[in-house]
């Protein structure tokens, strides 16, 4: 057998060899180069730069801050000017910044691992605090299976928008929200999204005694996440474009009687508790439950009060009713609820099954108040008075 030639075996060998290096660009510029070509994809895309603001999605406010870092450094721009087809770098970023506040290694750090990510909906590497929050926000988020039922909903609060007809107003310039105020049927915007509070659950008790609820809060973008009202509290603080979207004015909210065309809505009911709790034993006859429900469904409602945590695990009286008439019912109970809040009866029980709750409906409140309080809602000028507990009476803010 003859020797194998040097040449024939080198040759061989050649596809198990390492690589030989080439000349080419360090690692650090090819990620900054692979996070450009992130921007460029979205530029592409939307034919348009990633843009800061309140209404844009929250990857594009992080793709927007990326850009400002590329515009603001002087060897990034240099080292993408050629790149630059489509115009991305020439305007100037939203806030100022040297090669010493921000240095290149670092910022190429931020881009790592960004060259095979074409979907810009994945977040890498962000070192912002803000926005690793907003990222876990959306993270916690599902798919809303009932979307359609809401749709309608931020269809007609994006038109009251852009016709006046609602406002928003940033949190930095209000004073603190109270937890109360976070109410089923509210719209908020927050991580640049509309979002609409449809349920809030119960209230219960945190492990150091904090009042607290569940809500079930519904987003534009077809997703809803199941948060407590005191993390969605701080989730509006901490974003610093959050905005609460004002309900707009309604005049008139009901009348006695139906027109032609009227469609009823429901009926706001007033109960008395039959518990022999020593609390509702005490205070029987200004103690009651002020709510609202279907037209249709007010014996329903009660029928099974003394399972219910809601009605006291005991059998109810109805003390009044009213009629009412093309109206958001969700609203008007969440209205009469504020205005009564400062008789808000205090109790906690435990329900069927042992589980301690604090129902919500509860108000010391004479049925004759309650009265006034409906007429003031007819004539639009409810929003005039609160109800003061040591007067018994509704007085004029």
């Known amino acids: 057998m003859s020797d194998l030639d040097l040449d024939e075996l080198a040759v061989e060998l050649s596809d198990f060899a390492a690589p030989e290096k080439k000349g080419g660009r360090p690692p ?3 990620r900054i180069i692979a996070g450009f070509e992130e921007l460029q994809r979205f530029f592409e895309k939307h034919n348009r730069a990633p843009q800061h603001g309140e209404d844009r999605d929250i990857f594009e406010r992080l793709y927007s801050v990326r850009l400002d870092r590329l515009r603001a450094l002087p060897g990034c721009r240099a080292l993408l000017a050629p790149l630059d087809h489509q115009g991305l770098l020439a305007g100037a970023p939203s806030f100022a910044a ?3 506040a921000i240095d290149v290694d670092e910022l190429a750090a ?3 691992g960004t060259v ?3 979907d810009i909906t994945v977040l890498r590497h962000v070192r912002m605090s803000a ?3 907003a990222a876990e926000e959306i993270a916690q988020r599902k798919p809303c299976e009932d979307f359609e039922t809401f749709k309608p909903l931020f269809e007609r609060a994006q038109r009251e928008l852009k016709e006046g007809i609602r406002e928003t107003h940033a949190f930095h310039k209000l004073d603190e929200i109270k937890l ?3 109410q089923q049927g509210e719209f908020y915007i927050v991580g640049g999204q509309l979002a609409y509070v449809a349920e809030v659950g119960e209230e219960i008790r945190t492990k150091y005694e904090r009042r607290d ?6 987003y534009d973008n077809g997703t809803e996440s199941d948060v407590l009202q005191r993390s969605f509290q701080r989730a509006l603080y901490r974003d610093e474009t959050a905005r609460l979207v004002t309900n707009p004015s309604a005049g008139p909210l009901f009348s006695d009687e139906a027109s032609d065309d009227d469609q009823e809505s429901g009926t706001i009911y007033v109960v008395r508790s039959k518990s022999e709790l020593p609390v509702v034993a005490a205070n029987r006859d200004v103690l009651h439950k002020i709510g609202v429900t279907g037209r249709n469904n007010v014996a329903a409602r009660f029928a099974n009060a003394r399972n219910d945590s809601t009605f006291l695990l005991a059998d109810v009286e109805v003390v009044a009713t009213y009629d009412l008439y093309n109206i958001n019912r969700v609203k008007l109970e969440n209205l009469i609820h504020r205005v009564f809040d400062p008789a808000r009866l205090n109790i906690e029980i435990n329900d069927r099954f042992g589980k301690p709750v604090i129902p919500r409906e509860w108000f010391l409140v004479p049925v004759f108040v309650v009265d ?3 007429e003031r809602i007819k004539d639009g000028t409810i929003t005039q008075y609160v109800y003061d507990p040591k007067l018994a009476r509704l007085i004029k803010r």
């Open 28 to 30: 650090r510029e090819e």
């Open 98 to 100: 040297t090669e010493e």
């Open 110 to 112: 931020e881009l790592a």
């Open 116 to 118: 095979t990510a074409d």
């Open 131 to 133: 926005e690793k929050r």
């Open 180 to 182: 109360t105020e976070i």
């Open 213 to 218: 609820s569940r809500l079930r809060v519904v």
């Open 372 to 374: 006034e309080a409906v």
